[in-house]
């Protein structure tokens, strides 16, 4: 498998400056290399690439998952930064399960509820929302 482009010092190089300062560095290698990078940051790791465009990161995040998972192994690198039990840190079905947690389904009747809260809030109209049962 063909990666994208990125930085090609060493991988205990990539790790530091990674580890030392990551905004700074993920934003120059977007410079460099554009807005989908690859990363070397473990030499007994497989590459990481990194995706900078949120509209890229859009479609990845609402893609069919049996495409793209991160395998555990890769995703442990992470664990001093993130936590253990991170949505980024664990894979496979925990992972769906935390990622169901963070992303509550926005129905018609909550998108209205929410209206009417904002409104009852703002203008003191109090309102209820009544939507036939499917």
Known sequence: MRFPNGPQTPAVSQ?????????SFMEACAKTYGEIFTLRLDKNLPPIVIVSNPQAQQQILTTDTKELEAPGDVNQLFEPLLGKHSVITISGTEHQRQRQLLMPPFTLKQILEFLCQAIDRNYGVACEVYLPSA
């Open 15 to 23: 790790m530091l400056r990674w580890i030392a300062n990551p905004m």
